[in-house]
T-cell receptor, first 114, second 112 residues
Framework: DGGITQSPKYLFRKEGQNVTLSCEQN?????MYWYRQDPGQGLRLIYYSQIVNDFQKGDIAEGYSVSREKKESFPLTVTSAQKNPTAFYLC?????????????FGPGTRLTVL | DAKTTQPNSMESNEEEPVHLPCNHS???????IHWYRQLPSQGPEYVIHGLTSNVNNRMASLAIAEDRKSSTLILHRATLRDAAVYYC?????????????FGKGTRLSVIA
């Protein structure tokens, strides 16, 4: 089945450690996105990529890094520079072009910093 | 992006219709109205979108005011599985591959 997978579902890390969240899609979508969600809040954009080897910062990119070496994959690294990383992280993808361009979301990774 | 305003929360009885309002008084002529919903502990999912005319699909209906400054998402018979946060989002025509801008949405509770 086509879709977006994120792993792991739950992730714990010690303060000061970097951690990488996985996002893979087999929908043949060109664009991919990372959002962060805090309790009771809407989603906020961290990074997005419209094509392989290119990405743009979102509203809250500080303390995060991404890569887009393959169309199917858009991993997010939460670095030790991110002051408050505990949150729910959501990855999404969409086609690039005219039209609806519905975004499809993965199931999310819940990161807890101990 | 034009801003949307939604109530923080709403409550409905099961099997009754639900009308979720959204105000977007600064909407431009090239903005589509999109609705997404987020079930508990899941990623958001697309519900419906429209430009000027009312729209229906298998999930919901979208009623758009004549001046387009407000819209209403209609769930015809709420079920417990419809309990979610509903987001009203404006998207400019041709901006489909740009990120969505989420507000806090409306948290819908469905009572059995």
């Amino acid at each position: 089945d086509g879709g977006i997978t994120q792993s792991p579902k739950y992730l714990f890390r010690k303060e000061g450690q970097n951690v990488t969240l996985s996002c893979e899609q087999n929908l043949n979508h060109d664009a991919m996105y990372w959002y962060r969600q805090d309790p009771g809040q809407g989603l906020r954009l961290i990074y997005y990529s419209q094509i392989v080897n290119d990405f743009q910062k979102g509203d809250i990119a500080e303390g995060y890094s991404v890569s887009r070496e393959k169309k199917e994959s858009f991993p997010l690294t939460v670095t030790s520079a991110q002051k408050n990383p505990t949150a729910f992280y959501l990855c999404a993808s969409s086609i690039v072009g005219r039209g609806l361009n519905e975004q499809f979301f993965g199931p999310g990774t819940r990161l807890t910093v101990l | 992006d034009a801003k949307t305003t939604q109530p923080n929360s709403m409550e409905s009885n099961e099997e009754e219709p639900v009308h979720l309002p959204c105000n977007h008084s600064t909407i431009s002529g090239t903005d589509y109205i999109h609705w997404y919903r987020q079930l508990p502990s899941q990623g958001p999912e697309y519900v419906i979108h429209g430009l000027t005319s009312n729209v229906n699909n298998r999930m919901a209906s979208l009623a758009i005011a004549e001046d387009r400054k407000s819209s209403t998402l209609i769930l015809h018979r709420a079920t417990l599985r419809d309990a979610a946060v509903y987001y009203c989002i404006l998207r400019r025509i041709g901006a489909g591959n740009t990120p969505l801008v989420f507000g806090k949405g409306t948290r819908l509770s469905v009572i059995a």
